[in-house]
């Protein structure tokens, strides 16, 4: 390259006591349990003196007393502290408010209105996939996509019967599982969630379309038992049903028989992330799962992929088997996969796996950069403005597709969450 390559931003590394890793160096009086003793230990290593909270039974506000020992400008010293709160703090707590002190005397009064907080419904665990809250015209977008789904799922064959692919009926399931009130409208959640509960055979795993049960193709149906494994597990997780839960369980000891890890030529980065994705959610859920070794498996051959010197982060090898040809969809998903196995490495304290995931999703970031339309390099669109910001199909390809552009803009999110966090 004839520029040079800007320097890296190196990150204090901070693991919180809401994470396995912080809570290892957790003093053994500290009340994990307790959601004031973790923000008191987290605010404390941040450099932040927490004095005191007050608030009263059934308010959706809390009160604190906070001073300052590191940050030169209390806006980082806030930021940092509402960061915090974010993380440990109740879900039915909406604003939060921030006496500050230095050295004793009083200073401003800060208030600050949470993300996150949200009712909480009686029986309905908080969905792990809304990070913020749904604006009117997102929710009325959602409620467009899921009238319209089944419509545009189903593939009508010769003979006059209407097929739907596996994959497309477990992700109307997730669609469904978006809705702003889902838990409200359970009936049809749970109604298609039992349509494909149905359609797994312990013995023959899910079938590749659904009405009638076909398989013509083996690829596209373990390709497809991840998104249905995913989509049975946020099922459960959303609405604390342990018949999803089993069904999910059994689709992966089904793919792990039939597809062991420990033979290499089962591997495929295609069918790689949503495999993963499914773990991650089991072990999530659970608390554990008994298929780390094949996600850890997966992850290990995805960063040998990237190895070639031209396009370090890619996900593409000439050497090997031929996996067809590197595209932005296949970068962001593995990225993604990459990240799920880091979560999990970072809790299992793991160190080796964590530099090697740290360093690989690094190299992918750039490469995934790399291929984002910035102003200048987007004149032959007919409104250029539109496709800033959009990524690439491939280097050389200039088409924008938009399951790459929405897996990469998940990627990025989920960096600077990690970021944050100090995960990565």
Do not use: C
Not at 104 to 127: D, E, F, H, M
Not at 200 to 210: A, C, Q, S, W
Request: proline residues 5%; hydrophobic residues 40%.
């Amino acid at each position: 390259n004839d520029f040079k390559r800007i320097p890296k931003r190196v990150y204090e590394r901070f693991y919180s006591a809401a994470d396995a890793a912080g809570k290892n160096v957790a003093p053994d009086h500290l009340d994990l349990d307790s959601w004031y003793d973790k923000l008191l230990f987290d605010a404390e290593r941040s450099g932040l003196r927490l004095h005191a909270a007050y608030f009263r039974p059934g308010d959706d506000q809390v009160s604190f007393s906070v001073s300052n020992d590191r940050y030169a400008l209390w806006a980082d010293a806030a930021n940092q502290f509402f960061t915090l709160t974010e993380v440990h703090l109740p879900r039915e707590f909406s604003n939060v408010s921030v006496q500050t002190s230095d050295d004793n005397l009083l200073g401003n009064t800060l208030r600050y209105q949470r993300k996150t907080a949200q009712p909480i419904q009686s029986g309905v665990r908080p969905s792990q996939y809304e990070k913020e809250p749904v604006s009117a015209a997102a929710q009325a977008q959602r409620i467009d996509i899921i009238k319209l789904w089944p419509y545009l799922s189903q593939n009508n064959n010769k003979d006059g019967t209407t097929q739907v692919a596996l994959g497309d009926f477990a992700l109307w399931l997730r669609v469904l599982l978006l809705q702003p009130d889902f838990a409200e409208a359970h009936e049809p959640v749970n109604r298609q969630a039992i349509s494909l509960r149905d359609s797994f055979n312990p013995e023959t795993g899910f079938p590749e379309k659904l009405f009638p049960a076909t398989t013509d193709s083996l690829f596209m149906q373990r390709y497809f038992t991840g998104h249905a494994a995913l989509a049975l597990l946020q099922h459960s997780a959303a609405m604390d049903d342990a018949a999803s839960l089993s069904v999910a369980n059994a689709a992966l000891k089904w793919l792990a028989n039939k597809y062991p890890a420990s033979n290499k030529d089962h591997f495929h980065p295609t069918l790689a992330p949503w495999h993963t994705f499914a773990i991650a959610a089991q072990y999530q859920l659970n608390g554990a799962s008994p298929h780390l070794a094949t996600l850890f498996s997966m992850s290990d051959q995805l960063i040998h992929l990237q190895s070639e010197p031209e396009f370090p982060g890619r996900f593409f090898t000439e050497k090997g088997p031929n996996f067809g040809s590197p595209n932005v969809v296949r970068d962001a998903l593995s990225t993604l996969a990459l990240m799920a196995s880091l979560d999990i490495a970072i809790d299992l304290g793991d160190r080796k796996r964590q530099k090697q995931y740290r360093k690989a999703i690094w190299l992918a970031l750039d490469n995934l950069r790399s291929l984002q339309y910035d102003h200048g390099v987007v004149t032959n669109f007919d409104q250029p403005m539109k496709a800033v910001g959009a990524l690439r199909f491939r280097h050389n390809d200039e088409r924008i597709r938009l399951d790459g552009v929405v897996f990469g803009a998940e990627v990025f999110e989920r960096a600077a969450i990690m970021i944050q966090n100090g995960r990565l």
